[in-house]
């Protein structure tokens, strides 16, 4: 079945620099979100792109849908500690019938 | 809380009982999904409704996991005759039926099978 590769597997970081992440997929995605997701918890939606070159912005979070639809990164700058967490990237193309499609996730961890 | 809502939040059962876990979507959402989410992996779809219509079960992971949303409200997850490797979290996310949608998750149900 489909797959994203995400990449990196994960991070470790100093507080107060900048992280980027990202996640390519084989096939043409019509959307890309980028959820994150602490110990027990569900994935909490961080940003949804819908449009090839789309730039968007949430405070510290910038992501970017990939103009050829076939990747997107997420970029964090300044972080802080409580941006510790997996961060997922999802996607949906035209076979996926609504369902997601997601990486295997990208675990930061920030030293204060 | 208008949020997803998912009960229980945890489960602890023996191989071979019935469990049954439900998720509350957003109440404007008409789509619910189940995905479910192993140690170190993104989530995996497993089904979803539009309104009570079940339009995808190919993925369920055999005969043995059953849903239902008989209102097009709530929804239940169903395993019968627990395994081991049926432990795992159970995350619903409901959305707005788009071209585009964006699918917002509960805090899902984490099952363990002794």
């Known amino acids: 079945g489909q797959q994203l590769n995400q990449s990196p597997q994960s991070m470790f970081i100093q507080e107060g620099e900048d992280v980027s992440m990202n996640c390519t997929s084989s096939?043409?995605?019509?959307?890309w979100l980028w959820y994150k997701q602490d110990p027990g918890e569900g994935p909490v939606l961080l940003i949804a792109?819908?449009?090839?070159?789309e730039l968007t912005s949430n405070g510290r979070l910038t992501a970017q849908f990939g103009i050829t639809r076939k990747d997107s990164f997420l970029n964090i700058s300044a972080s802080i500690p409580s941006d510790v967490g997996i961060y997922f990237c999802?996607?949906?193309?035209?076979?996926?019938?609504?369902?997601?499609?997601f990486g295997k996730g990208t675990k930061l961890s920030v030293k204060p | 809380d208008t949020g997803v809502s998912q009960n229980p939040r945890h489960k602890i059962t023996k191989r071979g009982q019935n469990v049954t876990f439900r998720c509350d979507p957003i109440?404007?959402?008409?789509?619910l999904y189940w995905y479910r989410q192993t140690l170190g992996q993104g989530p995996e779809f497993l089904t979803y409704?539009?309104?009570?219509?079940?339009?995808?079960k190919s993925r369920l992971l055999s005969d043995r996991f059953s849903a239902e949303r008989p209102k097009g409200s709530f929804s239940t997850l169903e395993i019968q005759r627990t395994e081991q490797g049926d432990s795992a979290m159970y995350l619903c996310?409901?959305?707005?039926?788009?071209?585009?949608?964006?699918?917002?998750f509960g805090p899902g149900t984490r099952l363990l099978v002794l």
């Open positions: 996310a409901s959305s707005l039926a788009a071209v585009q949608e964006t699918q917002y």
């Open positions: 096939s043409i995605f019509n959307t």
């Open positions: 792109l819908y449009k090839a070159g």
């Open positions: 999802a996607g949906q193309y035209g076979g996926s019938q609504g369902n997601l499609i």
């Open positions: 109440s404007e959402h008409n789509r």
């Open positions: 409704f539009q309104n009570e219509a079940q339009l995808e």
